[in-house]
């Protein structure tokens, strides 16, 4: 990315750090000072010798930004992302945690695999990478999981998803809301009914997939398992989770279901809020992604939903391939896009330029929803003295061109390259300690 607006810092990772003159959550101006991994002050504080001094005239500061749902691909597929690269890359992206989808090989459906990955992330020093445990044995839709052994591992896993796969027997559905109950886990649903969108699926289903001639991925695939859960999720008593919402139909489904008082939260990726369905026109499987990109009125009411807090959540789904799983015909491509460094350009520029939401409210839905979703008690946390020191500081004004070559991510399946987005991540701190400034690691 280049940026036309400077950051400056006396000195690259002192302890303690001074950030001086940021708006808190786009608000009022305060210093805050970060020592020991925790926010000791906020308000007017005076430099002292032993202070790191970074200017932050113009930024705004918010927690820590955490994604409820990325892929990794560690341990198997290496070539396409490693979770050091992965975390570089959310680092980069204003992230100080992630949820690391179970999708690998092997699946992370065991205490051992949930805690290497925990290990693995541990290892970058650059974010907190949480394991999400899958729901069935090998994902595959048929037996539980070892759910109460990866909750009670040193992961403490509490999100279980078979992400990619949808978890389409209600049987099963119902029993894994009901195990997960009892340690206050949750269940995130990949809503895809296989008998209405299989898995060659690939384009929303209209006009448009009759005449590109591509499989079509009509939403009431998804909106059909939305309901179901939404009900399973009553009957159980349980905490349910909708994985990347396309439709305005899911939209509907939440709403009514938050009223009802059910336990429900949902997620949004940037690319549903901003890329539609016509441009599958082009062919380019850039764009090729599960589900798949949907017509402008889904569109407007995932940015309606975000607004009104029926959608909690916005959630990259960031599915790094590599190149010779992508460059293939359309329907023949790896499904999936990167999305972990251009996530708050989009939703700033999506969401805060057209006035749909302020910073809070980005702090909001990126970082205090997803955290207590995933209950990460040291994420998402108010900018206040005692609060861990998990801070990014955010240019709201600079103008960023999207380049796929400056990624710090393996992969280079961007549908982003190219473009201009208002808003721009200038500082990541984890703990108290600087791991990206302007996007590259400090
Ligand atoms: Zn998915």
Request: aromatic share 4%; net charge negative; charged share 20%.
């Amino acid at each position: 990315m280049t940026t036309t607006t400077p950051f400056t810092t006396t000195s690259p990772t002192g302890t303690p750090t001074l950030i001086k003159g940021a708006r808190i959550l786009g608000g009022a101006v305060a210093d805050i000072l970060l020592v020991g991994g925790r926010i000791a002050e906020v308000g007017r504080i005076s430099a002292a010798a032993e202070h790191d001094v970074v200017d932050a005239d113009g930024l705004v500061a918010l927690p820590g930004l955490v994604d409820l749902h990325v892929h990794l691909r560690e341990p198997g597929r290496e070539d396409a992302e490693t979770v050091a690269t992965g975390a570089a890359a959310a680092a980069a992206g204003g992230f100080t945690a992630v949820l690391a989808m179970a999708n690998t090989n092997p699946v992370t459906d065991t205490a051992e695999a949930a805690e290497r990955v925990l290990d693995l992330g541990r290892d970058t020093g650059l974010v907190d990478v949480q394991p999400v445990g899958a729901v069935t044995k090998g994902l595959a839709g048929e037996e539980l999981a070892e759910l109460g052994l990866m909750a009670r591992s040193r992961a403490a896993v509490r999100v279980f998803s078979d992400d990619g796969h949808c978890v389409d027997d209600a049987r099963v559905m119902r029993r894994a809301l009901e195990y997960v109950k009892a340690f206050g886990g949750v269940i995130s649903q990949h809503a895809q009914d296989p008998r209405l969108a299989d898995r060659n699926a690939c384009c929303h289903e209209s006009e448009l997939s009759g005449r590109l001639g591509l499989p079509g991925w009509p939403g009431i695939a998804e909106e059909s398992i939305v309901a179901r859960d939404v009900m399973l999720a009553r009957h159980t008593g349980s905490r349910l989770h909708i994985a990347h919402v396309s439709t305005a139909g899911s939209v509907e489904v939440v709403r009514w279901a938050k009223r009802q008082g059910i336990d429900v939260t949902a997620e949004v990726t940037p690319h549903h809020l901003l890329l539609t369905s016509d441009l599958l026109a082009s062919y380019d499987p850039v764009f090729k992604v599960n589900p798949p990109l949907r017509p402008e009125e889904d569109v407007r009411a995932l940015r309606e939903g975000l607004a009104d807090g029926t959608v909690d959540a916005v959630a990259t789904d960031h599915a790094p391939h590599a190149r010779h799983d992508k460059e293939h015909a359309f329907v023949d491509a790896a499904f999936g896009m990167v999305g972990l460094e251009t996530s708050l350009p989009v939703v700033s520029d999506v969401m805060v330029q057209s006035g749909l939401l302020d910073w809070a409210g980005v702090a909001r839905v990126m970082s205090v929803n997803p955290a207590r979703i995933a209950r990460l008690g040291e994420h998402g946390q108010d900018l206040v003295a005692g609060s861990p020191a998990n801070v990014i500081l955010v240019d709201p004004y600079a103008v960023t061109t999207v380049d796929r070559a400056m990624s710090l991510s393996l992969s280079r399946n961007n549908p982003w390259h190219g473009r201009t987005l208002t808003g721009a991540v200038m500082a990541t701190y984890l703990r108290g300690r600087l791991t990206v400034r302007e996007g590259r690691l400090a």
